[in-house]
């Protein structure tokens, strides 16, 4: 397992844009796949973004499509999720995880390691 720390998350207003990054303490960043997942209030966690251990593919909720990128560094053990046109709907804690190996990078049970999450909260 890897040891993740999210950041960057607060408020923003609808239309507005924030940067999220998870910080991995790992020797072997480069070989986790990491998603981004997120939970409304009174909501389950759903799938937001996911990215393989290179960086070549990605994956995103169709919510967050056209909005939302995922990208990674491993020479720094981060990941970003960049959130443009942020919308009130995308209130909710998110949260990084990894797994390794490259499939089922949208499904949550297969991630084994998960931060702690950081709140972002979109005012209309």
């Known amino acids: 397992q890897v040891q993740l720390v999210e950041s960057g998350g607060g408020l923003v207003q609808a239309g507005g844009s924030l940067r999220l990054s998870c910080a991995a303490s790992?020797?072997?960043?480069?070989?986790?796949?990491m998603g981004w997942f997120r939970q409304a209030p009174g909501k389950e966690r759903e799938f937001v973004a996911a990215?393989?251990?290179?960086?070549?593919?990605?994956a995103y909720a169709d919510s967050v499509k056209g909005r939302f990128t995922i990208s990674r560094d491993n020479a720094k053990n981060a990941v970003y999720l960049q959130m443009n046109n942020l919308k009130p709907e995308d209130t909710a804690v998110y949260y990084c995880?990894?797994?390794?190996?490259?499939?089922?990078?949208?499904?949550?049970?297969?991630?084994?390691?998960w931060g702690q999450g950081t709140q972002v909260t979109v005012s209309s």
């Open positions: 995880a990894g797994k390794t190996g490259s499939t089922r990078l949208s499904t949550m049970v297969a991630y084994s390691s």
């Open positions: 790992t020797r072997t960043f480069s070989n986790y796949a």
């Open positions: 990215i393989d251990w290179s960086g070549g593919y990605t």
